[in-house]
């Protein structure tokens, strides 16, 4: 089967830009995670979506950060404006399931906040 | 609160010798373990994983056990190998149903040989 797909694969931008990032779940994943990988960290979920509704989005800050499911297939997770505290990789994450079942990453996105 | 936390944060050992990380999760409602890998400069990916209702499972060299009273987990990989070297993530789901996975630090694994 073919993975989940992420792009770009990297980003450089300066502070106060805003900047997008795309990906494709594993089709048949009905749920989608967005996750922050600062480096030498573990993975922070942002939001987990199952279809194209949002199931937790407790940890995004959303007064700069936002993210879409619109057709509960394909979502773009953007930042507006950047600080460089967000300087991290964008891991997107799919499941078959939305509850006790393994998660399928992409190879995410790192973004440099200049 | 949310929290599961992976000790330690970085182990060196002997080719062949094994290894043991350890976690432990806050939520008692928690009942899916996985363990991801992740080499450097790519994603995690899932090695292994257990449900609440088992307190051992095995795969090969690797073997992952849950002791749910006291609320910790542990993968154990046996006959390591330099391939091994990696950074290792245990993850918990928690609330109610499971809807909501927390990552443990990540613990880096060196293997000499």
């Known amino acids: 089967e073919a993975g989940v797909a992420q792009s770009p694969r990297y980003k450089i931008i300066e502070k106060r830009q805003s900047v997008a990032f795309w990906c494709n779940p594993i089709s048949g994943h009905a749920t989608l995670y967005w996750y922050q990988q600062i480096l030498g960290q573990g993975p922070k979920l942002l939001i987990q979506?199952?279809?194209?509704?949002?199931?937790?989005d407790s940890q995004l800050p959303k007064d700069r950060f936002s993210a879409e499911r619109l057709k509960g297939v394909d979502s773009t997770l953007k930042i507006q404006p950047a600080k460089l505290e967000d300087s991290a990789v964008y891991l997107c994450?799919?499941?078959?399931?939305?509850?006790?079942?393994?998660?399928?990453f992409g190879n995410g996105t790192r973004l440099t906040v200049t | 609160g949310e929290n599961v936390e992976q000790h330690p944060s970085t182990l060196s050992v002997q080719e062949g010798d094994s290894a043991v990380i350890k976690c432990t999760y806050s939520?008692?409602?928690?009942?899916?373990f996985p363990w991801y890998k992740q080499e450097l400069g790519k994603r995690p990916q899932l090695i292994i994983d257990i449900r609440s209702n088992v307190g051992e499972k095995k795969d090969q060299r690797i073997a992952v056990t849950l002791n749910k009273t006291a609320k910790h987990f542990s993968l154990h990989i046996t006959e390591t190998q330099p391939e091994d070297s990696a950074v290792y993530f245990c993850a918990a789901s928690i609330g109610t149903g499971g809807f909501k996975t927390i990552f443990g630090a990540g613990t880096r694994l060196f293997v000499k040989a």
């Open positions: 994450a799919s499941s078959l399931t939305p509850n006790n079942s393994p998660l399928h």
């Open positions: 979506f199952q279809n194209n509704g949002v199931v937790d």
């Open positions: 939520d008692s409602a928690s009942n899916y």
